[in-house]
């Protein structure tokens, strides 16, 4: 679990985070949404250990503060997270296989046949056919290359997920694909995961504890379960701004 206490967080006399307090629960794909500028990215980089807040906490676990780390407790942290970025970013000089022995290379003490059986056990994971581990990221598709970068992100047993926008750029077939692996991991290894979104497919489908931020603000916390009946308006609007949605609405209530 990941617990922010008010966590304020400014840049240059602009105050991005105001005070700001949830609970991140493991086994659940927890999810930040809202608008663009409404602090999503930063507060999920801040919970990364890439920013600093200017005061408040976030305890791992219910004890260690994070925003007290020293770089040595910092890099024993992020040893302990995976992360899954908007456009995969995996290396286009590596195959897949490289790509997905590359933190295990860097932070692992297992022998090279150790490596590689974890490396293939991840893949497989993932559903990645065994004929693409020597192929180059160019040489498969979107959807498959999210999936590496997925294995690649759990190669090291995390016990935190972040993943920035994870279905940027797919069909929405490909996506519900995603949405389901990474709530099936999440469950099965009983990960904190946190998610950062747009997508409303995936609030909806896979969405067990979503934070609402607008400007700055925490503005609405529940599961995908309450968002229908919920009566925050800042929320419906941004939730039910399509037809279809109203429509699902609608249907619920």
Known sequence: MIQVKNIVKSFEGVTVLKDISADFHDGEVNMIIGQSGSGKTVLMKTMLGLFRPDSGAILLDSHADLTKFKEREMRAYHRKV????????????????QNVLFPLEMFSRMSDAEMRERAIFCLKRVNMPEHTY???????????????????????????????????????????????????????YNICTIVNSHDMNSIMEIGDNILFLKNGLLEWQGSRHDICNSDNEALNDFVFASELFKKIKATNI
């Open 82 to 97: 995976g992360t899954l970025f908007q456009g995969s970013a995996l290396f286009d000089s590596m195959t897949v296989m």
């Open 134 to 188: 020597d192929l180059m990221p160019s040489e498969i598709s979107g959807g498959q290359q999210k999936r590496v970068a997925i294995a690649r992100a759990i190669v090291l047993n995390p016990r935190y997920l972040f993943c920035d926008e994870p279905n940027s750029g797919l069909d929405p077939k490909t996506s519900l694909v995603i949405d389901q692996l990474i709530q099936d991991i999440t469950r099965e």
